[in-house]
Nanobody, 118 residues
Framework: QVQLMESGRGLVQPGGSLRHSCAVS????????MGWYRQAPGKRELVAVI??????DYADSVKGRFTISRDNAKDTVYLQMNSLKPEDTAVYYC?????????????WGQGTQVTVSL
């Protein structure tokens, strides 16, 4: 059974930094795109995505502040969040497009609350 397990701290002051990770476990053939979404009240946003080859894309709201990376040997994706702002407060979810046999399926992590506040 495939699982995505997120880890990382959740509370930081404005201007601070957080690093979250998301590890995939289970029986998989390959992982295609991996990404991070966030959900705030009334708003759901794709934060960042990374291909297996390392190409990345970011929401305009986080460009220059957040960095997504992955370690294919560890089946893990990371999100480095710098210069955090109160508007970054949300529940952050990782996801991964995983090849199982001949079909791929998107799996999600459990979500982690990130709060940026004094």
């Amino acid at each position: 059974q495939v699982q995505l397990m997120e880890s990382g701290r959740g509370l930081v002051q404005p201007g601070g930094s957080l690093r979250h990770s998301c590890a995939v476990s289970g029986s998989i053939f390959s992982i295609y795109n991996m990404g991070w979404y966030r959900q705030a009240p009334g708003k759901r946003e794709l934060v960042a995505v990374i291909t297996r080859g390392g190409s990345t894309d970011y929401a305009d709201s986080v460009k220059g502040r957040f960095t997504i990376s992955r370690d294919n040997a560890k089946d893990t994706v990371y999100l480095q969040m710098n210069s955090l702002k109160p508007e970054d407060t949300a529940v952050y979810y990782c996801n991964a497009d995983i090849l199982e046999g001949r079909l791929s399926r998107v799996y999600w992590g459990q979500g982690t609350q990130v709060t940026v506040s004094l």
